[in-house]
């Protein structure tokens, strides 16, 4: 539906340029020899789509093809071009901040295993961090050991990304279940998209949309109906409401503070030095000692290591991937997709009933992520 969408709109574009030029059996006759050549020679299609080919090397061998045309045609041309990368990119950050968040709803399995082996829920933080911060380490000494350099003065963004967020929601939120429950301490978190549109706004001038306002509301109310808090009779102090919206805050501040590091340094620097900074503050308040010698069974290390990898690394990476070319507030709103995955482990896996309020909940959640992805401002 997206792209039919967006196709029309460029078509609109296209065909306006060529009345205003009065061109438009020239311009129709130039992207009509185009496209027969696109469809009928695969060499052509390959080279076009081709995700390795620079762009300047396509519209370098399209400009020689037709250097007798006019310069409309070719500029036209060139706009094509210019867009289908772009919605390619889109397409890709998407993918990357959904597969992400699906990463981040499985936590719950190496959650109840790693509860199981006896750690406590902050020395869970401290594990996913500190393994997770060897493992990027790892990586990125095998892809470029100098995106590990980084001026210190910025050591604010990665502060802001490990401390200020990371360490800091997981700490609000376990408080807000010890103080209230999980359902009212995940709805809680998931006022994040709130923060980051509001924050969006003054720190990277993002327009506040109608379609982002119904996409807000439509997440809000799935999160709502998934945890469950209109099955049953709850009661909520100032203390929970309290660390309730601080985890949400602090949930936010990772698409905030990755967004500005993101001017400056690569996605890989960005998650590992958010991992560094992140262990520097969990490990002195999660019983080190204890830790430790919890880590002596072989599946306490194999399920700390499983965590690190699979719900801490690879969501970061995609997460932050996806914010190079989608705006916080979007990002955040993709990212809901976690509850909903960790609503189908609890049915599916550990046996928690399928209610209506939970099946609504997940249908809301997907209609934010429809609503978003064929809003008109997605594409620009």
Known sequence: MIANQVGRRYAEAIYEIAVS??????????????????????????FITHPLIEL???????KEMFKNSDETIENIIFYILDKKRRFSMLQSAYISIISGASLWGLIALFFKFLTACGFSPLQIVALRVLFAAVLMTAVIFKIDPKLLKIRWRDSWLFIGTG??????????YFRSIESSSISIAVLLLYTAPVFVMLLSIFLFREKFTRCKMLALLSTFCG????????????????EAFGFGLASGIGYALYSIFSKLALRRYNTLTITAYTFYFAAIAALPMAEPLQLFTLL?????????????LICTVAPYLLYTR?????????????????????????????????????????????SSIFILNTAKNNVK
Do not use: H, W
Not at 56 to 62: I, N, P, T
Not at 228 to 238: N, R, V
């Open 223 to 238: 999160c709502t109906f998934i945890t469950g808090i209109f099955s049953s009779k709850m009661t909520l102090t100032l």
């Open 21 to 46: 030029s009065d061109k438009v059996k020239e311009i129709y006759e130039a992207l009509n020899q185009m496209m027969e050549l696109y469809k009928n020679d695969n060499e052509f299609k390959t």
């Open 296 to 308: 002596a069974d072989l599946r306490a290390l194999i399920g700390a290591i499983a965590i690190a």
């Open 322 to 366: 996806g914010l190079q070319d989608v705006d916080a507030g979007q990002a955040s709103i993709l990212a809901t997709l976690e509850p909903l995955v960790a609503a189908a482990i609890g049915i599916f896996i550990f046996g928690e009933s399928l209610t209506t309020a939970k099946i609504l909940g997940m249908i809301l959640i997907l």
């Open 163 to 172: 401390i200020f967020s990371l360490v800091f929601f997981n700490y609000c």
């Open 56 to 62: 300047d090397e396509k519209k370098r061998v399209l």
